[in-house]
């Protein structure tokens, strides 16, 4: 088994005029393309863990043989945030449910509005290359937090719900420098249903 790039759920324009088509085509099929083929690349000598999923690949970092961390944290961590970010956009934006800002409101002081602020702090904070993402800690309380290059919260025992990517090729076609504009539209795209989903799992 290797493997492969997930299919988007939606075509590349179909977040127009918030995320462009051209950086979705170059972001998904350029990109992402890259960390799979790599990981494929780097696993060779290890065919055994091919049969993993990347969850499981990339839960299992701190166990993996030393000649393939780098390469897992750097490749397969790209695939998996890049897998989920896709899966937690949508063109038919919807408010978080009550049930979600309930969620939201027993985790952060501030309910919705401090999850908004806060990410957007962070996420227009973080230096050079990264990505901010809410997570799950083992106990079941959500945080927000930044993680350089391709680095995932599953690396450190917490589960990745929804994670914005602020490395400049997810941006820079559309907004230049200017990644708060880019934030701003993301939210204006977030998957709330899958998000729900993804905390209750």
């Given amino acids: 088994m290797t493997y492969t790039l997930p299919n988007l759920p939606y075509s590349y324009e179909a977040l127009e005029p918030q995320i462009d088509s051209k950086t979705m085509e170059i972001?998904?099929?350029?990109?992402?393309?890259?960390?799979?083929?790599?990981?494929?690349?780097?696993?060779?000598?290890?065919?055994?863990?091919?049969?993993?999923?990347?969850?499981?690949?990339?839960?299992?970092?701190?166990?993996?043989?030393?000649?393939?961390?780098?390469?897992?944290?750097n490749h397969g961590g790209g695939h998996l945030n890049h897998s989920i970010f896709w899966e937690t956009m949508t063109p038919n934006y919807e408010e978080p449910s009550e049930n979600l800002k309930n969620i939201f409101k027993e985790n952060f002081l501030g309910g919705y509005d401090q999850v908004v602020?806060?990410?957007?702090?962070?996420?227009?904070?973080?230096?050079?290359?990264?990505?901010?993402?809410?997570?799950?800690?083992?106990?079941?309380?959500?945080?927000?937090r930044n993680y350089p290059n391709q680095e995932n919260p599953l690396m450190y025992g917490d589960t990745p719900i929804?994670?914005?990517?602020?490395?400049?090729?997810?941006?820079?076609?559309?907004?230049?420098?200017?990644?708060?504009?880019?934030?701003?539209?993301?939210?204006?795209?977030?998957?709330?249903?899958?998000?729900?989903?993804?905390?209750n799992k």
């Fill in 27 to 73: 972001h998904h099929s350029k990109h992402h393309n890259t960390y799979v083929t790599k990981l494929n690349a780097g696993l060779e000598k290890h065919p055994e863990l091919l049969s993993l999923d990347i969850y499981s690949l990339i839960s299992k970092f701190n166990e993996l043989p030393e000649d393939v961390k780098t390469v897992v944290k």
């Fill in 117 to 144: 602020l806060q990410f957007k702090e962070l996420a227009t904070n973080l230096f050079g290359s990264g990505w901010t993402w809410l997570l799950k800690s083992p106990e079941g309380k959500l945080y927000i």
């Fill in 162 to 199: 929804l994670g914005i990517d602020v490395w400049e090729h997810a941006y820079y076609l559309k907004n230049q420098n200017r990644r708060n504009e880019y934030i701003d539209s993301w939210f204006q795209v977030i998957n709330w249903k899958e998000v729900e989903n993804r905390i």
